[in-house]
């Protein structure tokens, strides 16, 4: 299944396929939440369908063998590559298998398609480990690569594929699909704490994700008004949210200093005004810009090393505004 936001990049897929003009690697830029693999996975069900669908630029004609075999999850053509849990890199040995996999013959006699979702997490050795076989592809080989973005991925992989970036529909439009998925009206804000991702968006709703982070902005807010009582409140319910809470309370600060600037058109806590108004009247801009730079580096360390002491690590990012003040 395609989602609309994604049929400008399958139709330019169609015309390469029917041209036979498609590469041999191609690097999907979008982020999670933006139904990244299904469109992969629809791109790889056109070209191992044995109905010839891929050379007609159309559409995978979910009858033949191959397609009944990909639709149960089964198809001996079709390997998929990705982090064994978020925050985890694609190890050289993943990528050494895709590289077998690469030169094995097609078990049904047609082409053999390797994902690698979460292109960007490889490490340098795996990285290098795949460049040689993009270098030198086999016939019959396709890859597909997802990134969340360019920077993280060697510029010598980029080079060798061809490149398409999954553009996010407006706020409205997501707000609107979402509504429609869930039938109930979401905050604007809540779309924009997801970066306009509409699965993204849709799955905060619906894993309560939204009530949570209203619960921990709102003793955010209240921690950040002197004599700064609830550290431990705030840092708890962090914890227990994991470590994307500090992206989302590092947009909050912004959004402060924004307002203490005078520019309020477009703040990502377009519904909690009082809490921005609030908490810029109470810190000042040089702490809030210190403390927005500190969460950001915390987001980071965490995501690099899962096992950390989390709650601890937090903590003391919140008595920087104690230190300071």
């Not at 979008?30 to 996975?41: D, F, H, I, T, V």
Request: proline share 5%; charged share 20%; glycine share 8%.
């Amino acid at each position: 299944m395609l989602y609309p936001w994604q049929e400008s990049v399958w139709q330019g897929w169609q015309q390469l396929l029917a041209q036979g003009r498609m590469h041999h690697a191609i690097l999907l830029v979008a982020p999670y939440g933006s139904g990244r693999e299904a469109l992969a996975r629809y791109l790889a069900k056109t070209v191992l369908c044995q109905n010839g669908a891929a050379g007609a630029g159309g559409e995978p004609c979910g009858v033949c063998h191959s397609c009944k075999l990909f639709e149960a999850g089964t198809h001996p053509d079709f390997h998929v590559v990705a982090p064994l849990q978020e925050g985890k890199q694609i190890g050289v040995d993943a990528v050494r298998q895709c590289n077998r996999w690469a030169v094995e013959t097609s078990q049904l006699g047609g082409e053999r398609i390797i994902l690698i979702d979460g292109a960007d997490t490889m490490g340098e050795a795996a990285a290098n480990a795949l460049l040689k076989t993009l270098e030198e592809p086999p016939s019959g080989c396709q890859f597909i690569l997802l990134a969340s973005s360019l920077d993280n991925l060697l510029p010598t992989i980029n080079s060798r594929c061809n490149k398409w970036r999954l553009a996010m529909p407006t706020e409205q439009d997501t707000k609107r699909w979402v509504e429609k998925q869930l039938m109930q009206t979401i905050k604007l804000e809540t779309v924009r704490l997801n970066g306009s991702a509409p699965l993204a968006t849709q799955q905060f709703i619906e894993q309560g994700q939204d009530i949570r982070y209203a619960k921990l902005l709102a003793a955010f807010a209240e921690f950040l008004r002197p004599p700064f009582i609830g550290l431990y409140d705030v840092a708890g319910l962090c914890t227990q949210e994991g470590h994307h809470s500090l992206k989302w309370l590092s947009y909050f600060l912004v959004d402060c200093l924004k307002w203490q600037q005078g520019a309020t058109a477009h703040l990502v806590h377009s519904e909690s005004l009082p809490l921005v108004e609030q908490a810029a009247n109470a810190i000042a801009p040089m702490i809030l810009l210190d403390q927005t730079r500190a969460a950001n580096s915390l987001y980071q360390k965490l995501e690099r090393h899962p096992g950390l002491n989390a709650e601890l690590l937090i903590v003391e990012w919140l008595t920087g505004f104690m230190a300071q003040h």
